[in-house]
């Protein structure tokens, strides 16, 4: 297969050239949700990469009622996340690993002998984006699946779009509440933000057994950062913290010294800040300019390496709660990080890992159905139907340890970690440390 594979990928690769056809509609007309300006520049360094890897997959044009592909065509999994936007900081790192998740099947063999395609579509970071994406990749491409969207917030307002259309749904990084029950094709690879974020504040109160009050910070327009408010401020209280006070912001604020010099006034021993990556970072910069010198904790919109362009020197020392450790011992995560510390030159961080994870799943729950009733005689809805129950039914080794999926098709997953930044003395460059 590995000798099959890559000259067939190199002809379509060619053709596609050849034919213009390379292109994402609704990258460009998607518009920002998000915008700051001290994360433009790298929020448009992700942008710039995007829209290389958009390509129709020739196989199913065919029209719904048709056997999916003609054998030895490669399998379209859509991939829908945010490769533009500020939102582009988080979804760079998904592109990453989605991408790199196609060779790396490809090169073992796919789906019992066929090539899969993964056929990226930038959402950009709102939600109208996100249901453009899934409209093209359903009925233009179409997928047998999506892995997306970047945020909860999309996921919430796209979902319900391919649930409609019995076509099932991966979130490679959709953490909030309720997302498992959009509808029944639609599950995660994202542990909940319930089960991950605690970690953090049981890892600060570690590091400081005297912390007592908190204040918290939290995007009120953004349904992940409301979510995990909820889970940061209850678990203070379950360990006796005293909240001080509870600021809000907009994921395009870029100015936070009211919210600042009010927490400041409480005098909190920790700060938490739930948002994104531009706004986050921009927060932690203030905090620390403006005086704070306890620990923050960042949640999950801050579990990037894109922040440290954002915050710089003062990035440094925020704890993040992680769902993915590079240093976690399997066959799987040591195969998946040699190649993407090969490609990238460092080792994956969580969300590339998650995206990663969520396109196995489609492959390995394609082979399993394949080998029971051969996929190339279905048509594409009775496909994604039954792809849909055998993602749900199975059990995979994955680089984020062995994950299944429960009842309610939600994520079964059991490690999670903390980690903490390191800025060089640069204070550009930096680490994620882990702790636990
Ligand atoms: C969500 C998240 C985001 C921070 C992931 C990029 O966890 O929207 O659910």
Redesign the pocket.
Known sequence: MKRLAVPFLVILALVLTACGSSSSPSATSAPAATKAPAATAAAGSAAAQSGSATAPAASAASGSGAPVALTGQPIPIGLAIATTSNVAL?GEEEKNGGLLAEKFFNDRGGVNGRPIKVVLQDTGGDEQGAINAYQSLISKDKVVGIVGP????QAFAADPTADKAKVPVIGP????KGIAQIGPFVTRV?APVAIVAPNAVKQALKLDPNIKKVAVFFAQNDA?SVSETDTFQSTAKDMKLDVTTVQKFQTTDTDFQTQVTNALATKPDLAIVSG?AADGGNLVKQLRELGFKGIIIGG??LNTANIFPVCKAQCDGILVAQAYSPALKSDINTAFKQVYTDQFKKDPPQ?AAQTFTGIQVFVDALKSLDNKSKIANMSIDDLRVALNTEVHAGKYATPLGDISFDQDHDLIQKDFYVAQIKMNPDGVTGTFVFLS
């Open positions: 988080l970047t945020l909860s917030q990084s959709n953490t909030a994202s992940f994104l999950n919109g969300f």
